[in-house]
């Protein structure tokens, strides 16, 4: 029986937010749209197995095509990465983050990490989070000039402070990052050095972003953001930290492995190993590039002045507005982003003096540089007259033809 027969209330459901999809703009820097391939595979029974344990060695009898579908995911991730060793199970980039920290640290242990206001995540250290109340976080950050990494900073806290693991990637830092310079202090201090790769293993595996594999020994990504996977997580590792690594996914963090997931992991891993891919990638940070410039040219203020990646920040530090409101307000106008802190934030993590505005998604329709200019027109136009409905909805419309230019492949639920 299918969905719409059997719960008609929750397929109007999905109905609705497939439609939202298809006809608005999505700039939020952590999503994208997986294929259809990519959710045939995880809309399939594989769902029904339990397969504790990994390929060969697991606790429940039946899973020899199981352990096929994990097998195949880890030689990918291994390939596409080069990488001694994939772990493809964890259920999101928190719990990879969870093992890797459980891994190799102890409770108290210390982690040199990034300001979590200059483009950090929750995992890297927040009060509010598992890894800032086990862990005691140091941290570095952006200078207040060129608003980049400061390794002269990062080497000091690192000598001062002998971290037993240094963390670096983030969640909104428009930059490169640069993991040759980190692996250097990192050795310097014997320190374990982490790569959370979460928003660009896309840009890494395309080769558009340097790799952190050969200078980090532990590595997590999810697979569902520039990498346009299911919605997961992922752990690359130097073969020396592999067993370890593997006891803190199953069984010191996760029980059962989401098998239909992992099938989903292994096609995007599949597709993002194609030439399309790389061009796709290239195309993002094109569409990031172009975006930007043309958000700056009317007169606001970027993180760091400009993208070197699939995102930019902009600051409103000098304005009235807030990241909340401008969030808001761009949402009516069918434009979806994410309120961001900033380098030097004064407001609350709600409220927010940035927005964080990312293009792998509206790249994955296909869009270009000339739709770009479009867009960031759209954007400036709703910031600059808030309280303007008309403009909004008239924006609206615009946005809803432009996305009808552009469809998602995903057929409409009836
Ligand atoms: C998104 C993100 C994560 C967490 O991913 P979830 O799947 O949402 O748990 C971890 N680290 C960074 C840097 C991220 O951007």
């Not at 980039?93 to 210390?110: H, I, K």
């Not at 970027?302 to 761009?330: C, M, P, Y």
Request: hydrophobic fraction near 40%.
């Amino acid at each position: 029986m299918s969905l719409g027969s059997v719960d008609p209330e929750m397929a109007r459901a999905i109905a609705s937010e497939i439609e939202r999809q298809q006809t608005s703009l999505e700039l939020i820097a952590s999503e994208n749209f997986a294929s259809c391939a990519v959710l045939e595979a995880m809309g399939t029974p594989l769902t029904n197995k339990y397969a504790e344990g990994y390929p060969g060695r697991r606790y429940y009898g039946g899973c020899e095509y199981i352990d096929v579908v994990e097998s195949l995911a880890i030689e990918r991730a291994e390939r596409l990465f080069g990488a001694d060793h994939a772990n493809v199970q964890p259920h999101s980039g928190s719990s990879a983050n969870m093992a890797a920290y459980f891994a190799v640290l102890e409770p108290g242990d210390t982690i040199l990490g990034m300001e979590l206001s200059h483009g950090g995540h929750l995992t890297h250290g927040s009060e509010v989070n598992f890894s800032g109340q086990f862990f005691k976080f140091v941290r570095y950050g952006v200078g207040e000039q060129d608003q980049r990494i400061d390794f002269d900073q990062v080497r000091e806290l690192a000598r001062a402070h002998r971290p037993k693991l240094i963390q670096c990637g983030y969640t909104a830092y428009p930059r490169t990052i640069d993991f040759r310079s980190f692996g250097e202090i990192a050795r310097e201090v014997d320190a374990i050095l982490f790569a959370d790769i979460a928003h660009i293993a896309g840009l890494v595996v395309a080769g558009v972003h340097p790799t952190p594999v050969g200078h980090a020994q532990i590595v997590t990504t999810t697979t569902h953001k520039t990498l346009r996977g299911p919605r997961g997580g992922l752990i690359l590792c130097d073969a020396k930290y592999a067993p370890a690594i593997d006891r803190a996914v199953f069984p010191f963090s996760q029980g059962g492995p989401l098998e239909h997931v992992i099938a989903a992991k292994a096609v995007a891993l599949e597709e993002a190993s194609r030439p399309e891919f790389k061009e796709y990638a290239q195309q993002i940070v094109r569409n990031a590039r172009a975006m930007a410039e043309a958000v700056a040219e009317r007169g606001f203020r970027l993180v760091s002045g400009g993208t070197d990646n699939h995102l930019f920040v902009i600051d409103f530090r000098d304005r009235e507005l807030s990241g909340l409101k401008a969030q808001r307000r761009l949402d009516r106008a069918g434009i979806t982003t994410s309120k961001s802190t900033v380098p030097g934030e004064r407001r609350s993590p709600w409220v927010t003096s940035g927005l964080r505005v990312g293009t792998p998604a509206i790249t994955t329709r296909g869009m270009r540089e000339e739709e770009m200019r479009q867009i960031a027109g759209w954007l400036a136009d709703v910031l600059e007259n808030l309280e303007d409905e008309e403009l909004a909805a008239r924006i609206r419309e615009q946005v809803c033809e432009l996305c009808l230019r552009f469809p998602l492949p995903y057929p409409v639920l009836a």
